[in-house]
């Protein structure tokens, strides 16, 4: 095991996992990596062997089938999955926050009903809260639940959905009208079933394709367009009662999620660290290694420092919220210093590989296009940096 990025006090199960994870890491994912994302082709075989691992269930309770293991753990793997492939990690990201959603808030029905099924990967999920016009404003949805009797009719347009058509069950915030003072307290998040695929996979509720991405290839983001779509109000996570407390349980969703996407900028960036090391040690330049010369070597040092930062902060996060403290202030901190340091020592890993890095041929290339798309996933930098600001102006309040 290298050097860089690891983590003390971790059980022997947890070695364990990580271990399997990036052994398969390096044998079924790096060397297909390229050609599939260049083809932009779903990983059916990679996907296949991470259900046989239990994966899709790895934090879900072993009462319903998963393995019960932390978020910690679930991290971490991330992480591993990154440093092979940031799509596959995608896969099973949002599928992790819904499980997490329905873990937390969701009704004993929707827990035995749909769990079990989740932990094998037989059901996967979605997560859906942003809109064409909306961005980090989500106050701003217009996505609307209206009741009709003891069911709930939904009419709008979301945006952004990692899985969006082989997901089984959607997590979808909407607003309700609850009669609350405040916007956030009339939201709602309804579990949508439907079937994987394109086009109409539930009365009303259509997938119309995948939207063309400069990265994050093979896996699917999508739209999803609400047409009359009608459920009952046993469909609303954790049951008729917790209608209204949509965002907020959203956003304990999107803490995690922010933990997620610090794993994955921590791969991304250990892989664009060993691309660079190895071919700074391999071309030669004026009669030495690329490695020899101060200014490479000091960009070597500089990168390994940031992994070490920010693997550093998104451990920190996560135990905080395995511990069942707040952590939104830790999580975005992991998720500003992670993402910014990715794209940072990416693009150095970039410079070291010259006029090649240029190249379809060199897998820097695609962690070129990839680390972008981390800088804005979970919430901007800017976004981070007002949860930041306020949750330190809290506590430290004159």
């Given at each position: ?6 983590t ?5 199960v947890?070695?364990s ?7 398969f ?42 393995l ?15 440093r092979?492939?940031?799509?596959i ?25 749909l769990?079990?099924?989740m932990?094998?990967?037989?059901v996967?999920?979605?997560?859906s ?33 990692t ?15 609850t009669g609350a003072?405040?916007?956030y ?12 695929g ?10 119309p ?6 990265g ?19 469909a609303?996570?954790?049951g008729?009662d917790q209608v ?16 997620n996407?610090?794993a ?15 071919y ?6 004026f009669?030495q ?7 490479i070597?000091?960009k ?5 420092t ?13 135990r ?10 830790e999580a ?9 340091y ?14 090649y ?5 060199y897998?820097i290339e ?6 972008p ?5 979970e ?14 102006l809290?506590?430290?309040?004159l």
């Open positions: 095991m290298a050097r860089l990025a690891q003390p006090g971790l059980t022997d947890q070695q996992i990580l271990e399997t994870v990036r052994d890491a390096d044998k079924e994912i790096i060397p297909h990596a390229q050609r599939l994302e260049h083809a932009d082709e779903y990983p059916t075989d990679i996907l296949d062997g991470m259900r046989e691992m239990g994966l899709f269930g790895l934090t879900i309770d072993e009462e319903y089938g998963g019960g293991e932390s978020l910690l753990t679930y991290a971490l793997v991330v992480e591993q999955l990154s092979g492939w940031m799509s990690s995608g896969i099973v990201n949002t599928h992790f926050i819904v499980a997490y959603l329905i873990s937390q808030h969701g009704s004993a029905e929707q827990k035995a009903r769990l079990p099924k932990a094998t990967g037989e996967r999920g979605a997560f809260m942003s809109e064409p016009e909306t961005g980090s404003d989500v106050s701003a949805i217009k996505s609307r639940a209206v009741r009709d009797g003891d069911r709930y009719v939904l009419n709008g347009q979301k945006m952004w959905l899985n969006g058509a082989y997901s089984s069950v959607v997590a979808t915030l909407v607003k309700t009208d003072e405040s916007v307290g009339n939201m709602s998040t309804f579990l949508l079933e439907k079937e994987p394109f086009g109409e996979t539930a009365p009303g509720l259509t997938i394709g995948k939207i063309e991405k400069m994050y290839k093979g896996v699917e983001t999508t739209e999803m367009v609400l047409d009359g779509v009608t459920v009952p109000d046993s609303i996570l954790g008729a209204g407390r949509g965002f907020y349980q959203m956003m304990d969703g999107i803490e995690v999620g922010r933990v996407v610090a994955r900028a921590c791969g991304i960036s250990i892989r664009a660290f060993e691309l660079a090391v190895s700074a040690q391999q071309r030669k330049t009669g290694p690329l490695a020899k010369h101060q200014a070597a000091f070597l040092a500089e990168m390994g940031k992994i070490e930062a920010a693997h550093a902060l998104m451990v920190n996060a996560a905080l919220k395995d511990a069942g403290q707040r952590n939104d202030v975005g901190m992991a998720k500003l210093l992670a993402s910014e990715c794209a940072e020592v990416v693009q150095e890993a970039f410079r070291i590989h010259g006029g890095g240029y190249s379809k041929e897998e695609r962690l070129m296009r990839e680390a798309f981390l800088l804005i996933g919430g901007t930098s800017e976004i981070q940096k007002t949860i930041i600001s306020r949750g330190l809290k506590e430290y309040k």
